[in-house]
C-alpha cells in the first residue's frame, strides 16, 4: 500500500472530523470519498482507529488474539504432523 495513500485517506478522515465535531458518518462524505477510504484503511471502525480518531475497540483486539492463538495451533499441530511421518 502506498504511503502517500494512506497519509491521504488519514488526511479525509481528519477533515472531516474537524468540519463535523464527531466521527463522520457514511452518508458524511463526498463522491469517491468514502470508497478511496475504505480501500486504504479498511473498514470505517479501523480506519478510525487507524487515523487516530478512536480508540481500538477491545472485542476487536479481542478478536485479533484468539485469531492468533488458533494460527499458533494450526501451526503447532502441522509441525508436529512431519515429526511423526518423518
Do not use: C, W
Not at 475504505?38 to 478512536?54: D, H, I, N, Q, Y
Not at 501451526?75 to 512431519?82: A, D, L, P, Q, T
Request: net charge positive; proline share 5%.
Amino acid at each position: 500500500m502506498s504511503n502517500e495513500k494512506q497519509i491521504r485517506a488519514i488526511e479525509i478522515l481528519k477533515e472531516k472530523y474537524d468540519i463535523l465535531g464527531r466521527l463522520p458518518k457514511q452518508a458524511d462524505f463526498e463522491g469517491n470519498e468514502l470508497q478511496f477510504v475504505k480501500s486504504v484503511l479498511g473498514p470505517l471502525p479501523r480506519a478510525f482507529e487507524t487515523a487516530g480518531l478512536k480508540d481500538i475497540s477491545p472485542m476487536y483486539l479481542e478478536k485479533l488474539k484468539r485469531r492468533e492463538e488458533r494460527k499458533k495451533r494450526r501451526h503447532h499441530h502441522k509441525n508436529k504432523e512431519k515429526k511423526n511421518a518423518g
